[in-house]
Each structure stands twice: as structure tokens, then as C-alpha cells.
Nanobody
Framework: QVQLVESGGGLVQTGGSLRLSCAAS????????MGWYRQPPGKQRELVAAITSGGSTMYADSVKGRFTISRDNAKSTVYLQMMSLKPEDTAVYYC???????????WGQGTQVTVSS
């Protein structure tokens, strides 16, 4: 099993920045990809960004140029730097991990990000 613990959410004004962190523990040798999903109020969960163990990244179109995903393999931690935040970025953000970007089957508990207008 893999355990994921997120931190760094909070309340920020439009245009502000936040950095989310997600620390993985457990059988992390099986993890080749990590990512961030978000679920806005009343909407479905969506993939925001993902990164492989080799450093390849992908982003949702809505966050390209504003969000940056990175990872520290030595610390088994993935980060999501969010800049130029908009009210529509308001959501619960979930860290996920798995053997591939398309198989992110371990989940964190989620952290709330609220962007005020």
C-alpha cells in the first residue's frame, strides 16, 4: 500500500499563488507516476497535472502556463506550484500515485484550495 499526505492548501486572492505538497510513504517502489486531481464544488474530479519518475509532465489546458508540477524522488514528494490563481481554480485538490499516469490508483485525503474574487 501507498499512503499520500497532502499539505499547502488554503485561501488566496485572485492572482495569488500557492504550493501544494504530497509526501508518499509505504510501498513507493511501485510508483512510477504521481499527479494532482481537483474536484470543484458540484463538478467531477479532473486531472490537473501529472509527472513520471523520469520527469515527463502533462497538464490540463486550463492550468498550462500557470501551474508547475515537480517531484523530489529522494523525498518521495510531489509538488504543485500554482500561480495566477483564479476563482475557477477553487476545488479540493487530491494527490494521486500509481504505476503510470493512466493508472493513478492511490489517493490522498485532499486539501482545499479557495480562490476569492
Amino acid at each position: 500500500q501507498v499512503q499520500l499526505v497532502e499539505s499547502g492548501g488554503g485561501l488566496v486572492q485572485t492572482g495569488g499563488s500557492l504550493r501544494l505538497s504530497c509526501a508518499a510513504s509505504g510501498t513507493i517502489f511501485s510508483i512510477n507516476a504521481m499527479g494532482w486531481y481537483r474536484q470543484p464544488p458540484g463538478k467531477q474530479r479532473e486531472l490537473v497535472a501529472a509527472i513520471t519518475s523520469g520527469g515527463s509532465t502533462m497538464y490540463a489546458d486550463s492550468v498550462k502556463g500557470r501551474f508547475t508540477i515537480s517531484r523530489d524522488n529522494a523525498k518521495s514528494t510531489v509538488y504543485l506550484q500554482m500561480m495566477s490563481l483564479k476563482p475557477e481554480d477553487t476545488a479540493v485538490y487530491y494527490c494521486a500515485a500509481g504505476v503510470a499516469v493512466t493508472v493513478l490508483n492511490f489517493w490522498g485525503q485532499g486539501t482545499q484550495v479557495t480562490v476569492s474574487s
